[in-house]
Structures are given as structure tokens and as C-alpha cells.
């Protein structure tokens, strides 16, 4: 993952995610709150939609898993390198160990979706964990890295954490849309701010890198991080109004 | 806002909404639990004001944000000086985010107020935003200064994220009228301590200047953070009793 | 209150309310289960029994207030000794702010018994109040001292933090007997812990002192801190099964 | 405890808890569901099995008492040397009083098992105690060891705490089978994870030992919790196949 590719990568996975969720959410608000009878039975398509979902997540989450293996110059499912006595590429089986959690909530998402007697909130269970454990991981990824490349992935623990507390919760309380939303919208900003740690770390422009220990760096992300936030709150913005006037129109 | 007058203004804004929501949240409590109707009726009444109260929401954060790009040796919408290569004006900057977050917020105070389909509870979800996005941006605002300047900033930090972390804690719950009168009991600390960060660290009155590293004033600034709270509780208490007083008599 | 009574009075206050506490809560809770009217009508009599114990709350706290105040050698409400140009007693302020806070909760108390229209969760907002703003000025309290100064104050705020944020969590949720009895079994850790930090750092019986900077009196003393709270717990035990035993004699 | 038995011993008889408790409380959702009578009336065997599961926990805590108490070697209810004039074996002391608290669980499940007005909730407060007191312990547990040492015990308190942390939110919040599954696999993880620490700290094969200052092991030791909480799941998810396979056979 150490160059921009292996950031945007999964940014755009989880953006696109988080695009899909706000539509998902917000059109099953409007079909609840409308009681419309849709041309296709609305039941049936979300539950269809459901497993779809399930497969692609496990089916990326396979994707990233023996892509981190067998890239070249990966650990091949080494582990331990006896002979040098120490261990194989470690940042590459922290990315494998996370990949392999969302995979488990995509597996968890088609069981759930496909046997009745499983409780529904099994999934949210396994996307709480799969968060925590990406946040965890995270946390004790950057050792001995530059401050600025630290802050960077701080930030990152922290909105990745955020969205792990609400799926949490989410298990406590019944849900509402508008905490459903805040935490699709924690989504879309964690996508959103993998491209950003890409671009300063791995400036795909060639121009000039920026300065890992200037304390303005720091000064900056901090309000970047708010704006990609308030981005991604005006992308959940037009989604429900563009999809509240296409259903109604 | 380097000086008395940028911590004072946010400090009586904060300080006046406080007032406003207290009269409103026992003028409602007090309809609602004495099933009264006024000459006016008390829906459409409190409708309107909702609206209102999100134009002047938005119209103060836009002022803010205007007020910081334009004033004489303000940023004027300039991110960075390519010739010295450097951000330009970054805690301008940081107060333009903050007040951004609460521009958002006026305008969903008027969506939701007039538009029936949004639920009502994006307005709190909003204000949780504002709020966290605020305690965020101040977190990391200070470095580099003395003791004394982290210290006040520390308790602003504390009692904004308190105020976020009730009004996240509400989205979930139904809300009271006591969660809700705690909260704006935060604001009204806030506010108030707004000045008292003017007063210690730009005192208007030419007097001597609060020694900044001497750890006598954080302990005393510990209690005086006590006192404001003290204060905005008797306020609160005050205006119960002569809301509830002349609604009644 | 730097000596041992200091602490030994506000513990054994601390103690002494947690037991009653206990008794009240288990009488409660056995009344509402057997729906027996005893020769007293309960409901009434707990009413009567809220406004006196608000008042000894008061008038203890008012008691401490003067205390603090006017002991030999007390700061006499002057805060700035402005020939010095230095604070005066601040750790005597410190206290006094901490009474004045219970002082609010003891009023409250009173006025939510007597006056109707009053919501009763404002007693339990009051109270949260009352050991946050504690929390937080021990929290600042022990600036400079010795390692085992410092952790005793530490544990001391942990308690204090955990029975706030109990009292804070009983506005969201409607409560129960076990969480109450968890509550007011922090107290009583809280009135022992009192004593015991007086045992510590002002041996009463003119024995060797402690070793103020030994790590293994802060071993210690991290499992002492279990046994206190073991005892509360046998204790409300003791009570429970004294007063369910005696009111169905 | 300061060997490989000492840490299997414990881990051992929270991974069977851990086993134990998934198959109970599968079975318990499993009757619920489906309202199936089966040939041994549910509700009274449930009831025995918890009195039975209160003796065994109270009679583990009991023996691992007296154990770290009459060991050779140990320190045989001998807390103050004052020959010496120092603490005897308080690392013991605190083996002990985290098993304490465990045999406090165990007297309340039995408690609350036979005698029926004490309410239900009792048991789980007391698991809440029993947890936040030996993550209490073990976080003041390891001062001045390797970075190694410290690095897996505080993995150790992270699981402890979050289990700790689950059982308190259950006091105030209607229990559901996937919350309480989520705790189950936090014991299961503390099991395995005391294996773990077993096997770093006093590997068992006579083999290499673990290098405590090399931050490579931090690195791997991060991911391998991670594995340990998908081993978990997996066993749980296996249970629950194998449960409802049977049960509906």
C-alpha cells in the first residue's frame, strides 16, 4: 500500500460504498414514510440488493486479501523468515488482517440476508467490528513514522473509531435515518480522506512532496479534514434531495 | 481574532442563543405540560421562530466567515503564497471552518422548518457536527503557545465537546427538557468563557497582563471555569422562574 | 484541609449519605414490589424525607463553605492579594467551589420536592453537576506534588468521574434499582477513599509516614482501592438483606 | 502466575466460560424463537444451570484464591513485612483480588439464582464489577517491565475493559443476542489471548524467547489480537450452526 495507488484504491472502495449506502438509506426512508407500492416489490429488490452487497464487499475484501500477498514483492503467506530470523513484511499482513474483517462482514451480510432465522443485526455487528479492527490496526501502524505522515493516519483512526462507535450503538438503540446518515457520512469522509492521505504522501502530480515535520502541515489537514467532512455532508445533501424528487416526481 | 474583540463577539452570540433557548425550551415545556392555548397558536408561533432562528444562524456564520476572509490583513480567500511558499493566515482559516459548520447549520434549521418530509432531528444531528467540528478545529489551534493560552483553550475544547457529545447522545434518545437545559446550560459556558479567554489573555482594560506561565492562574482559572458554570446555571434557574412566573400568572 | 479531619469529615458525610441512600433505594424498591402500604403512607413520607435530606445537603455544604472560608488561617472571601500581587489559598477556593456546587444540588433537592410543576430529574442533573465540577477540581488540584499524592487524588477522581457519569446516564434512560445501588456504591468508595487518603498523607496515628515516592505503595494502594469498593459492596449487601429482612418480618 | 501455567490456567477457564455461554445463550434464542417445549422443561433447567454455573465460578475464584495465597512461596495472607518494612508479594495480592471479585460474581449468580426478589440484573452487574476491576489491576499491574510486557497486558486491559464496558451498558439497555454474543466473544478473546501472552512472555517449548524490545514483535503481536478475535467469531459462528442444526434436527 506504501504509494498512491494503494490509498486511492480502497478511498475509492469505501466512497463509492458510502454512495451507495445514502441512496439505499434514503430511498427506503421514502418508500416507508410513503407507503408507495413501487412497480417492483420493494422487500424483495432490498433483499436481493442486500446479498449483492454481501458479495461484492467479501469479493473486494478477497480482491485486497491475495492482492496483498501475492503482489510482487509481497509476503507470499509468509509469515516468519527463520533464516533471518525476523518477521515477513508486517505492514502488508496488517492491510491482509483488516481486508480479511470486512470480508467476514460481507460473509456475515450474505448469511444474514439469506437465512431467515439469523438476526438482522448480526451484520451491523460484524461492520462494528470490522471498523474497530481497521481503527485498532491503524493505531499501531505508523511507529517510528514522520509526524505529519502520523497526523495523517491519526485522523483517519479517529473518523474510522467514530464510525465503529455509531455502528456500535446502533446495536443498543434502534436506528433512525439520521444517525444511519452520520455514520454513511463518517464513510464517505474516511474514502475521501484515503485520497487525501495518498496526495500527501505519495503526490501522484510529481510535484514537490510535502514537508513531513512543518507544523503548518498539520495546521492545514486539520481543516481539510473538516472540509471533506463538509463535502461529504453536501454529497449526502444533493443525493437526498435528487433522490426524494426523482421518486416523487 | 487575535484579540478581546474576536473573543467577544462569538462569546455574546453564543451567550444571547443561550438566553433564547432557555426562554424557548420552558415557554414549550410549560405549553406543553399545561395543555394552554394561548392567544397565539403556540405551533405556528414556534414554526416561525424556528425559521428565524436559522436565518440568523446562517446570517451571523456568514458574517463570521466574510468578516474573517475580508478584514484588513485577512486572508481575502487566499490558501497558499506559491512565491513563499507557505499557508496563508491558517487560524483565519480555522475560525472560517467553524463558522462554515454553523452556516450549515442555520441552513438545515431553515430546511427543516419548512420542508415537512426532512426529519427533524437533521437540525440536532447538525448542531452535533457544528460542535464536534468546532472542539476539533480548537484541539488543535494552540500549539506552540504558553501554558496559560493551552490551558483556557483545554476548557473550551472541554465544555464544546460536551455540548457535541449531549447533543450526538440525543439523537438516539428521546430527548427532556432537563438533557435539554443542560445543554444549553454548555452553551452559556461557552459563551461566557469566550470573554473570560479575552479578558485574561487581551484584558481591555490595559491593566497588567495575566502572566502566562505561572500555575497559580490555572488553578485559579480551574474554579473561575466553575463559577461561569455556577453562573449560567442560576441564569437558567432565573429565567425558569419568571418564564413559568408570567406565563401563569 | 490539608490534614487528616480534612479529609475524615468530608468522607464520613460521604458515607454516611451513601448508607441511607442504600436503606431509601432498597425500601423503595421493596414497597414497589410487594405494593404494601405500610402504617405510615410511603409516598408521603419519602416525599418529606427528599426536602429534609436536601436541606442537610445545603446545610453541610453551607457549613464547609464558611469553613473553608473562615478558618484561622482561611482566605476571608478575599481571592487577590494585590499587595502581594499573588492568589490567595486557592486550594481553599478549590474546596469551596466543590461545596458550593453540592450546596446547588442540596437547593435543588429542596425546591424539586416542594414545588410541583419542577421535572425531579433536575435533582439528578444537579447532582451530576455537582460531581463533575468535583471531578474536575481534584482533577487540577495536585499540581507539583509526590507521585503517591498525586495517585490516591487520581483514584479519588476516577470514582468521583464514574459516579457522575452514572448520575449523567440516569437523565437518558429510566432507571433501575441495580443501577442506583451502583451509583451509590461509588459513594460509598468515595467516603472510604476519603479516609483512607487521610490515612496516607496525614498519618493520624503519628506513625512512620508514607513513602510518598515508592512504586510499591502505589501498588498497593491500587488493590486497596478494590477492597474499599468490596466493602461498599458487602455493605449495601449487609443493608439489603437487613431491610428486606425486617420490613417482612 | 509468573509462568506459562499461570497464564494458561486463567485463559483456559475463560475460554470454556467463554464456550459454554454461546452454547447457553444460542440455546436460550433458539427456544425463545421458536417456543419449542423440550423434553426437560426449559426454564427450570436454565434456572439449575445457573445456580450450577455460580457454584463453579465461585469455587474457580476460591481455589485460585487459597492458590496464589499458599503456594510455596507465596505470600500465605502476609501483606506487610515490617521486618523488612515492605509489601509481600503484591503482584500475589493482586492475582487475588481480581479473584475476589470473580468469587463475588459467582455468590451473586448463586444469589440471584434462589432467591427470587432479588432482580436478575444483580449477576451482571457484578460481571461488570469483577471485569473493570481486573482491567483496574492489571493496568496498574505492570510497571517498569519491557515494552513487550506492557504492550500485551494492555491489549489484555483493552478486552477486559470493552467487555467490562458491554456488561455495564446492558444495566441500563434491554439485552439482545447479538450484544451478548459480542461480549461472549470479548471472554473468549481474553482466553486465548492469556494463552498468548503465556507463550510470549514464558514460551512453553523451551524455544527462542521473544525479543521485548524489538518493536516488530508490537507490530505482529497487533495483528495476531486481531486473529484471535476472528478465531473467536469463527467458533461462535460454528457453535450457532451446530446448535440450531441440532436443536431443529
Not at 432490498?46 to 485486497?64: D, K, P, S, Y
Not at 451491523?124 to 485498532?136: I, S
Not at 492521505?197 to 481543516?223: C, E, K, Q, R
Request: charged share 10%.
Amino acid at each position: 500500500m506504501g504509494n498512491f495507488k494503494g490509498h486511492a484504491l480502497p478511498g475509492t472502495f469505501f466512497f463509492i460504498l458510502g454512495i451507495w449506502w445514502t441512496t439505499k438509506c434514503i430511498l427506503k426512508y421514502a418508500f416507508k414514510k410513503h407507503k408507495r407500492t413501487s412497480y417492483l416489490d420493494s422487500k424483495v429488490l432490498f433483499h436481493r440488493v442486500e446479498i449483492l452487497e454481501g458479495i461484492i464487499i467479501a469479493g473486494m475484501a478477497l480482491t485486497g486479501m491475495l492482492g496483498e500477498q501475492f503482489i510482487p514483492g509481497g509476503p507470499h503467506l509468509t509469515l516468519y523468515d527463520y533464516k533471518e530470523g525476523q518477521w515477513v513484511q508486517l505492514l502488508g499482513w496488517h492491510h491482509f488482517t483488516m481486508y480479511f474483517f470486512f470480508g467476514l462482514l460481507g460473509v456475515t451480510n450474505i448469511l444474514c440476508s439469506t437465512i431467515r432465522s439469523l438476526p438482522a443485526s448480526f451484520t451491523k455487528l460484524m461492520l462494528a467490528n470490522a471498523l474497530f479492527v481497521e481503527g485498532f490496526v491503524f493505531y499501531n501502524h505508523t511507529h517510528g513514522r514522520e509526524m505529519l505522515d502520523i497526523f495523517v493516519h491519526k485522523l483517519l483512526v479517529l473518523v474510522i473509531f467514530l464510525t465503529g462507535l455509531i455502528a456500535f450503538l446502533e446495536l443498543f438503540i434502534l436506528t433512525n435515518i439520521t444517525v444511519e446518515l452520520l455514520r454513511i457520512s463518517f464513510f464517505l469522509l474516511q474514502g475521501s480522506w484515503f485520497w487525501q492521505i495518498g496526495f500527501v504522501l505519495y503526490p501522484p502530480s510529481g510535484g514537490p512532496a510535502w514537508d513531513l515535520v512543518d507544523h503548518d502541515n498539520v495546521m492545514f489537514l486539520t481543516i481539510c479534514f473538516c472540509w471533506h467532512y463538509a463535502i461529504a455532508i453536501i454529497i449526502i445533501g444533493a443525493i437526498y434531495a435528487f433522490v426524494t424528487w426523482k421518486s416523487f416526481a
